[in-house]
Antibody
Framework: QVQLVQSGTEVEKPGASVKVSCKAS????????IHWVRQAPGQGLEWMGW????????NYAQNFQGRVTMTRDTSITTVYMELSSLRYEDTALYYC?????????????WGQGTLVTVSS | SYELTQPPSVSVSPGQTATITCSGD??????VCWYQQRPGQSPVLVIF???KRPSGIPERFSGSSSGNTATLTISGTQAMDEADYFC?????????FGGGTKLTVL
């Protein structure tokens, strides 16, 4: 079945960077865009951007431009999201999600989420 | 920037119909989808393209959209439907989520 499996919990200091992975299986990796969405504790969903696993092309939300980098490794069907210059307010669950029908942006399925905690 | 507005909470009795709204400027001109997020779980797509249900989603979930408002309707609400619900659309190459609605079944 279609599955997105993310890397484990991360704890980072302010100013550091974090890199989260998302391994896809059960479908042709290069056929579907992958988005990243985060959710701060007790809060709503915030879109971060997408990557085209085929071309490597990206589009980042304005709030994250200059701090986020999305990449992929087609040999292991994995996409990565790196967030730099971490702040306390970056503490959140980070999700990857497959786009069913780009650019209509319907996300299914979602990964299990990766908790990133920014703490000194 | 584009904004989607949802009521923070909706309550419904078991077996009754729950209605969750999502409002945005000319939202009826855009495609809307809805996600269900149960506590401690990842979001699940329940409605896409305004009205369509993914396979595996119960028929009691339905959607509509017109004017400035999209609506998620849950008929015959069950206790397992208690969750947060988020609407989503896209505008100018940007994905936008509503703030979410907590559905309480009591």
């Amino acid at each position: 079945q279609v599955q997105l499996v993310q890397s484990g919990t991360e704890v980072e200091k302010p100013g550091a960077s974090v890199k989260v992975s998302c391994k896809a299986s059960g479908y042709t990796f290069t056929d579907y865009y992958i988005h990243w969405v985060r959710q701060a504790p007790g809060q709503g969903l915030e879109w971060m951007g997408w990557i085209n696993p085929d071309s490597g092309g990206t589009n980042y939300a304005q709030n994250f431009q200059g701090r986020v980098t999305m990449t992929r490794d087609t040999s292991i069907t994995t996409v990565y999201m790196e967030l730099s210059s971490l702040r306390y307010e970056d503490t959140a669950l980070y999700y990857c999600a497959r786009d069913l029908d780009f650019p209509r942006n319907w996300f299914d399925p979602w990964g299990q989420g990766t908790l990133v905690t920014v703490s000194s | 920037s584009y904004e989607l507005t949802q009521p923070p909470s909706v309550s419904v009795s078991p077996g009754q119909t729950a209605t969750i709204t999502c409002s945005g400027d000319k939202l009826g001109d855009k495609y809307v989808c809805w996600y269900q997020q149960r506590p401690g779980q990842s979001p699940v797509l329940v409605i896409f393209q305004d009205t369509k249900r993914p396979s595996g989603i119960p028929e009691r979930f339905s959607g509509s959209s017109s004017g400035n408002t999209a609506t998620l309707t849950i008929s015959g609400t069950q206790a397992m439907d208690e969750a947060d619900y988020f609407c989503q659309a896209w505008d100018s190459s940007t994905v936008v989520f509503g703030g979410g609605t907590k559905l309480t079944v009591l």
